[in-house]
């Protein structure tokens, strides 16, 4: 087992890894761009090593520095998170071949689910549900293949994920045209060209299923979580266990996901993403080769550390537990909280975070990667922290987290905390009744209700912070302020 | 009282809409127009993040912070913004400079604007040279270039007209 | 401190006859100031409309704060003089509150004669002045004046106690340490150049303010200069050239918004006493006063039942209850102050005036400010009281008050007639302020007494000559007298000649006196010391 593990990643990831590498009794190493430095997860760390990049978000991508940084610390093994370097294959052979432990699958894995069109095959192979689709490099077959499978079609880049690069195709007059602007977002965000297009489903559930292999070929799922309610297609909203799923649908796809894993021989943590239509079929969607955001609430359910499933695989630990082991009990729910403005198409805000007071108490968990009086930048994504509720039924999980987001305060940059928490009051969503279009369709009804007297009240807390309405409200002298208004 | 029009009130804005706040009485409670409502306040002065006071004896208590002309309040488990429209004496200096004159003999070296042009504060007039120092004169506010009085190599005494600015309108109060 | 009983009873056909008599007058009162502070030709209000110039009024209720009191000083100054031509004569003078502070504020006119200044404007100002040396009040002036009326040149100008006082007085007080400001919303023209310019901060509104020692039209007859008004003396050239203004504002609203902010940057100074206790009400209704002052000048009243309306609690602690029993003298407390009142219930005797002496030096020896109730028609005459002293005993109440080194504020609540005038300490006295009922009457004596002394003398002149007396000559004479009497004792004539510094309605007595008091305060007391006292 290694000493010290350098945490390749930033933000509340790194905070979250670095609590576990010390519950581990190892030591955390971190890395930080200049612009990070008083960012809390260099203040947990045993170590911090600086790294140097015109852009800040640059310095997490940069691999040589980063093995260079777990050199000079003494750091056996790297964790890379989500994001940043945690899917890159070639990042994973280099800390490798540096003699240091990744902690994640192997290369080829990485590289295998990280083309889509590739693991798309591999899924089909092994009789994992896909989607209908056209993978075609000559146009003309393309519109063909379209055709065949039917309107409307979702076009996505092979290399490309996190919603970026995807546009829905409904008539095959858009198509050439909509293939054209795909293919060339897709070679911005990626560097790779490659499109394809699967059948697009209306209103779908985004279902995926966590699992863990020890690398021989024994993998484990632990369960399922549902991420339908996303915007600007990335996820704000997640749970565990998926609402209104059949106990059949659930063991199918849960089967599905292990069956792709052994086969895949996978190690470490890992997540198989399925698009679960109205109807009840499932399709896979991607694996995502690495620890998820939304892990919380897995480890909610099941009552497990990930990240210490994780550091004991890359250790050669194997996994701690078997399938029949895995009993989920109750009902967890996260929600992702993002400096952004919802009431102007969730653009991203800016600004410095002047109070933080983080809710406590049973059952609510807090993972956060930023201090009071920390600048928020456009550098770096605009996540700031999850907050995660859990009880014994989806209904007390969902109002514990309505109440912790309402106890949460977070004010001097914009936030989506109150948007969130008229998400989770909203009777749809307390019926369970969810889809990837929820938010843009119930728009309108998670618009803020501004109540009078509390709109006095906010008024007249900001004029009691002014130095000049203080001065006329309490400064006048007696008798003339008992005198008040009055004219001889 | 017939002079209602003569009062000043606390302009400010709450959410993004206008409002307005005017103080009424301070004996034997303080007293606040917001908006058409008036209220009696409990409340204390206090600075700090925290606050806590009571509106027609409803307490309310939370936290706020100040971020330039705003302050971000949190009350209720809900977040507001409200932002104190105050005067800003610059504008009103500002808006005198109709005219750049130099104030120490020198000579053009470069010309940065042209007649007509709409400038922002902050946008490079002229760069010019004295007692073997170069500086860049820079527009002190908003306004349009009527005539730019000298050309680069021209040489200038203390007081010459260099730039001109198309003369603000007087606001009617 | 005991409350203090009272008899009256309101039922009584006195009471209603009286009630209604003083609420007329009172109505009256309110009727004419009205007039004073509004009624002006539609064409002068329009000229400031299309000079985007806001009313007096409107600059003065934007500069105080929000829901405080203002007492203004002699709304009625010149109400009987000039033909009526300067209502409040052409300018506003009070104390009031700005960014929390007690000021004293002078804004003039511009609706009447375009601001110009009479001779009883220069009056009012310089009292104005002179109550923010006494009383160490910071001063804000609304400056918007055409100048002097050239034609009454030679009773503003020239004179000791006339314009240059004014300069003087501004002088002073900066160099005592109290604070000007000056808001300039229109011309500042000659000696006026020089209000803004001894303030110790001023604003100049762009377009429409100004300050030159000569206008535009004096430079053009001077020396043919044809310039505006602007080009002369405006904004840009004396914030950015001259350096004779601080400020810059781009309209009226901005230039007292500024204003209030520097008010805010002015240091507080401590006042020489605070409130003892809380403020408590009158137990009795202020509103029986008006049936209880008289509705003749030769009735009189007891001077307990107005106390009773005024004090705190209508408490009294009285001092030498027994004796010299025509002047009431006693503690109380008046919006929460000490202080120690001297009231008139009768002619003054020898024992009244010198208890009063008395009272004044312990009020002196306990730092407490002294209220004078005044109702006098005079001291008591004949030779039993001369060969008791009672000129001396005058003399010494006199001394007593007069080198009093606490503030002194007068209430005129009916006569004040003759010698009984200075004891209880009249205008020359330097009371603080000085406030009269609209029933009040002044003069060296009553009307009648005038009259019957006139004819005296002129009865004996006749006689020396040998002459018979024309009983219609000696009519006209009583009746041409007492004409004269009539209108110059009244409180109107008093205060249109700035001899008050305002008439209350009675029953804003208590507000007009704690406002008073407070801004008295402001001032250290006095150096401690007597003359000599004739015993």
Known sequence: MFKRVLVANRGEIACRILRTVHAQGLQAVAVYHHEDRAAPHVQLADAAVRLEADVPSAAYLDQLQIIAAARRAGADAIHPGYGFLSENASFAERVADAGLTFVGPDAEVIRLMGDKVRARAFAAQHGVPVAPSVVESDPGRFAAGAQAIGFPLLVKAAAGGGGKGMRIVRTAAELPESLRVAAAEAQRYFGDGRVYAERYIEQPRHIEVQVLGDGSGNVVHLFERECSLQRR??????????????????????????????????????????????????????????????????????NVDLVAEQLRIAGGGGLSFAQAGLVPRGHAIECRICAEEPEHEFRPATGRIGVLEVPRGPGIRFDGGVRAGQTITPAFDSMLAKLIAYGPSRAEAARTLAEALQRLVLIGVPTNVD??????????????????????????????????????????????????FCACAFDVPEPHASIGQWRN | MAQLKSRMPYRLQVNGRDAEVDILARRPRLRVRIGPDVYAVAAARERGEKFSFAIDGVPYHGWRCIVGDEVHVRLNGRTHVVRLLRHDPQRAVAALQDEVRASMPGVVVAVHCESGQALAAGDRLLTLESMKLQMTLLASHEGTVAQVHVAPEAVFERGALLVSFTRQERRNP | MKPLESAVRTSSAEFRRRYAHNQALAAQLRARQDAARHARPARDLERLATQGKLLPRERLQRLLDPGTPF??????????????????ASCITGIGVVSGREVLVHADDPTVKGGAWYPLTVKKIVRALDIAIENRLPVVHLCDSAGGQLQLQSALFPDRYMAGRIFRNQSVLSKMGVQQLALVFGHCTAGGAYVPALSDYNVIVRGTGAVFLGGPPLVKAATGEVVSADELGGCDLHTRISGTCDYPAADEEEAIRIGREIVAQWERQPKWRLPEQAAEAPLMDPDELYGIIPDDIKQTFDMREVM??????????????????TLICGFAHLWGYRVGILANNGILFNDSAIKGAHFIELCNQNNTPLLFLQNITGYMVGREYEAAGITKDGAKMIMAQTCSHVPKLTLMCHGSFGAGNYGMCGRAFDGRLLFSWPNHQIAVMGGEQAAGTLAEVKLRQLQRTGAAADPAQMRQLREATLKAYEEQTSAYYSTSELWDDGILDPVDTRNALGIALSAALNAPAGVPGNGVFRF
């Open chain 1, 233 to 302: 297609y990335q996820k704000i909203v997640e749970e565990s266990p998926a609402p209104n799923l059949s106990a059949a649908l659930r063991h199918a796809m849960c089967d599905a996901a292990v069956r792709l894993a052994s086969a895949a021989r996978y190690r470490n943590a890992g997540t198989v993403e399925f698009v679960l239509a109205p109807g009840g079929e499932f399709y896979f969607l991607e694996m995502n080769t690495r620890l998820q955001v939304e892990h919380p609430v897995t480890e909610y359910v099941l």
């Open chain 3, 308 to 325: 009773a309306r005024i004090l705190d609690g209508s408490r009294f602690h009285e001092y030498k209850p027994a004796y010299g029993t």
């Open chain 3, 71 to 88: 007492l203004e000083l002699s709304t009625l100054a010149a109400n009987l003089a000039y033909g009526g031509e300067s209502p409040g």
């Open chain 1, 419 to 468: 948007y969130l928490a008229r998400v989770l009051r909203h009777p749809q969503f307390l019926a369970g009744q969810l889809h990837t279009g929820f938010l843009a369709q119930h728009a309108q009804e998670l618009l803020p209700n501004d109540v009078p007297a509390e709109l006095a009240a906010a008024t007249l807390a900001a004029l009691l912070a002014d130095p000049d």
